[in-house]
């Protein structure tokens, strides 16, 4: 396995993987551009990709808001789970952290049990008492 960061042509793949795993959301208008700006603002896009056939296995998406890292749109292709894949992207993501010694923060929907055993496993904790809440500005 290699991870390695995003390059733009990996976008269709990336967005493809997204779509299988349920984590893409087209009202949030991710594109390869807004990779490149949040990782210009200080985050960066990990992406591990199969050594042999250079297939993209897992994303993993941080960015930056002056305080902390926030861990966005970690995935794992769904026929490659359960083989330490997610656990390797996770420690590369926790490196980068540690790198700039600040804390990273995730979401992560209650309903997907695997993804909060190894978030849990890893040393992360549940910040209690609090919702999660979005509203998408229209103009």
Known sequence: MIIREFR???????????KETGVFRPERGDTAETIF???????K???????????????SWLTWDGR?????????LPSTQGKGYGRLLAEASMDFARSR??????????NNIQAIQLY???GFK????YEVYIHHVKE
């Open 8 to 18: 733009h042509e990996d976008f269709f793949e990336v967005e493809s993987l997204w």
């Open 126 to 129: 549940v910040i209690e008492g």
């Open 68 to 76: 902390r890292i926030h861990l966005q749109y970690f995935a794992i």
């Open 45 to 59: 896009f990990l992406i591990l990709e199969e050594e042999t056939e250079r297939r993209i296995l897992g994303t």
């Open 37 to 43: 700006r949040c990782n210009g603002q200080g985050g």
């Open 101 to 110: 010694k600040v804390p990273i923060k995730l979401e992560v929907h209650r």
């Open 120 to 122: 849990k496993s890893m």
